[in-house]
Each structure stands twice: as structure tokens, then as C-alpha cells.
């Protein structure tokens, strides 16, 4: 099974609207991170935004926050007032546990942001 | 802000050779990855490094694969007789924490291997 699922595979927005990417996850350990990343075209990776599974509140980065609904396992990133440099490729990567366990990530949402 | 490097930025190497792929982790880092990416493909663990040792990898680590820390400050990934499949960008990652926090887990740009 997904342990990361991402269903958009690609998704359109209109500049300086708001736009939200899906992510549900799957584990059954009580203790894990969120982490959304940019990939943009030059290839790198790009950290935005983490939460914690024992966070009381949302993340927020600027114009990026993160819906984490718990019981339902989703974490899907909002971006407000989309700019044409958001175009990218997303993903939602999860890390399980408290040791050092890797990243198992999403498949991706490739956001196109128009003018 | 501190940074994880990779060198070189692209690698073009002939099918069978062996490559070496560099990183240099933040240096209060004690927690060293390698991820690779198919183009157009998710990005997939290969190998995680503490302590001078491997602590986990992923079935795609074969014994194609080997990683170093040869001195105090690069960290490596040796991928033996390339195949057409190995050509991917890898990435190195490094992190501090042994807990589920983000902080510190850094990716670096990422190196773009093709094989010939």
C-alpha cells in the first residue's frame, strides 16, 4: 500500500488565487513528521513547510500552510496568492517513528501557476 | 545559511564504468541520505549513514552500491558498473535530530547522472 498519496497529478491556478495540494498518508505509527517540498525545474529540492503528528496547531510558512486533519490522514498544503514562481512539482514526503527513518515520498502535483 | 553540497551538478559516464557521487553534509550533521530520482518519477531512499556505518537502505541498494565517509567532511556514493537504469538525479540529505522534528533535514541540489 501508498504509504504517501498524492491524487493531483497536475493542477492549474490563476496568479494570486489560493490553491490547496492533496496529500493523504498511511501509518499506524503514533509518532511521525509531514513534510511538503518544491522541486522547480532546475531539479533541487526545496523545503516548505513540516508537521509534527503531536502538533496542536497547523503549520503556517508565509504563504504556505498545511491542513492536517489527523483522523482522517490527510495533509494537504495551501498556498495563498500564487505567483508565477510557484510553478513546480510538489511532494508530500512522510518520515514514520522517532529514530532516524528516511523520507518515503508522493508522487508529486505539478502546480502551473498562469497569468 | 548552511547548506549540503553536491559535486559534480551533472555526470555523463559510459555504461559500466564506475562514478562517484559527492556530497558535503552541514557540518554539525550526524545523519547522512541518499535519495535518488528518475526523471519525471518520485523520489526514492537508498541508504542512510550514522556512525560510520550504514543504519538502513532500501532494496534498491544492491551491492551495486557502496557509500564512504573518507574523511570528516564528504560523504559518498560509489555506484560500480553503471547501467542505463542507474541515470537519475541523486540526491544527498543530511539531519541532526533522531526525533520526528524536521529540523535540520537538508537535501542538497542533486547530482544528474546519465549513462551512455
Known amino acids: 500500500a501508498q504509504k504517501i498519496t498524492q491524487t493531483q497529478p497536475g493542477m492549474f491556478v490563476q496568479e494570486k488565487e489560493a490553491v490547496t495540494l492533496d496529500c493523504t498518508y498511511d501509518t499506524s505509527d503514533p509518532s511521525y513528521g509531514l513534510f511538503w517540498y518544491k522541486q522547480p525545474s532546475s531539479g533541487e529540492m526545496i523545503f516548505l513547510i513540516y508537521q509534527g503528528s503531536y502538533d496542536q496547531q497547523n503549520a503556517t510558512e508565509g504563504r504556505y500552510s498545511l491542513n492536517f486533519q489527523k483522523a482522517r490522514k490527510s495533509a494537504n498544503l495551501v498556498i495563498s496568492a500564487s505567483q508565477l514562481g510557484d510553478s513546480a512539482m510538489y511532494f508530500c514526503a512522510m518520515r514514520e517513528g522517532t529514530g532516524n527513518t528516511p523520507l518515503v515520498f508522493g508522487k508529486g502535483t505539478r502546480l502551473s501557476v498562469i497569468a | 545559511e548552511p547548506e549540503v553540497t553536491q559535486t559534480p551538478s551533472h555526470q555523463v559516464t559510459q555504461m559500466g564504468q564506475e562514478v562517484i557521487l559527492r556530497c558535503v553534509p552541514i557540518?554539525?550533521?550526524?545523519?547522512f541520505y541518499w535519495y535518488r530520482q528518475i526523471l519525471g518519477q518520485k523520489v526514492e531512499f537508498l541508504v542512510s549513514f550514522y556512525n560510520n556505518e550504514i543504519s538502513e537502505k532500501s532494496e534498491i541498494f544492491d551491492d551495486q552500491f557502496s557509500v564512504e565517509r573518507p574523511d570528516g567532511s564528504n560523504f559518498t556514493l560509489k555506484i560500480r558498473s553503471t547501467k542505463l537504469e542507474d541515470s537519475a538525479m541523486y540526491f544527498c540529505?543530511?539531519?541532526?535530530?533522531?526525533?520526528?522534528?524536521?529540523?535540520?533535514?537538508?537535501f542538497g541540489s542533486g547530482t544528474r547522472l546519465t549513462v551512455v
Open positions: 557540518s554539525n550533521h550526524l545523519y
Open positions: 540529505a543530511s539531519s541532526k535530530a533522531t526525533d520526528t522534528t524536521n529540523y535540520g533535514y537538508t
